[in-house]
Antibody, heavy 117, light 110 residues
Framework: EVQLVESGGGLVQPGGSLRLSCAAS????????MHWVRQAPGKGLVWVSR????????NYADSVKGRFTISRDNAKNTLYLQMNSLRAEDTAVYYC??????????WGQGTLVSVSS | QSALTQPASVSGSPGQSITISCTGT?????????VSWYQQYPGKAPKLMIY???NRPSGVSNRFSGSKSGNTASLTISGLQADDEADYYC??????????FGTGTKVTVL
């Protein structure tokens, strides 16, 4: 069974940093592209970032480009999202998600990031 | 990049059929057959219900079906049941960034 478990969320001040982790199990992590998707309270899903299977190619939404960095450690079956220069509008539940050839087929339970002073 | 356009809410009585639309452009919905639909209960992660416009993953009820015409995709739920009450999101592969999601539709079972 595919399992994706996010961690690392919490309360951070504007301008601060946070690193999210996503532990993957139940599938061969190193062969899948992975995504981060976020959802602000009461709002819709928004794609944030994607990384290819070996970590050599990354993509970002314009709203986070230059501030967020996606990475992965295939030896540890773990996906990361380093978030710097955080803003109030980054407040959201962040989901780790598995790519299945142009679709997202599995999601973690999400971790809440709150940016507030 | 804007989100795909969905109606904010759709409602129906038990047993009825409802259809949710998802409108994009030729750069996303109209250009690729990689439209997916997700069901999300409050406080829970989304669940894949339809992929590649009209395919159902194993375990998803055949009451859920998908289609596409031009730049608009649609999700139909037939034989509406109480536990279909949830938020539904479409998504599409795009030429400009890997993914774009719809604005979301709240389905209410009357």
């Amino acid at each position: 069974e595919v399992q994706l478990v996010e961690s690392g969320g919490g309360l951070v001040q504007p301008g601060g940093s946070l690193r999210l982790s996503c532990a993957a199990s139940g599938f061969t992590f190193s062969t899948y592209l992975m995504h981060w998707v976020r959802q602000a309270p009461g709002k819709g899903l928004v794609w944030v970032s994607r990384i290819n299977s070996d970590g050599s190619i990354t993509n970002y939404a314009d709203s986070v480009k230059g501030r967020f960095t996606i990475s992965r450690d295939n030896a540890k079956n773990t996906l990361y999202l380093q978030m710097n220069s955080l803003r109030a509008e980054d407040t959201a539940v962040y989901y780790c998600a598995r790519d299945w050839t142009f679709r997202i087929d599995s999601w973690g339970q999400g971790t809440l990031v709150s940016v507030s002073s | 990049q804007s989100a795909l356009t969905q109606p904010a809410s759709v409602s129906g009585s038990p047993g009825q059929s409802i259809t949710i639309s998802c409108t994009g452009t030729s750069s996303d919905v109209g250009g690729y057959n990689y439209v997916s639909w997700y069901q999300q209960y409050p406080g829970k992660a989304p669940k894949l219900m339809i992929y590649d416009v009209s395919n159902r993953p194993s375990g998803v009820s055949n009451r859920f079906s998908g289609s596409k015409s031009g730049n608009t995709a649609s999700l139909t739920i037939s034989g509406l049941q109480a536990d279909d009450e949830a938020d539904y999101y479409c998504s599409s592969y795009t030429s400009s960034s890997p993914f774009i999601f719809g604005t979301g539709t709240k389905v209410t079972v009357l």
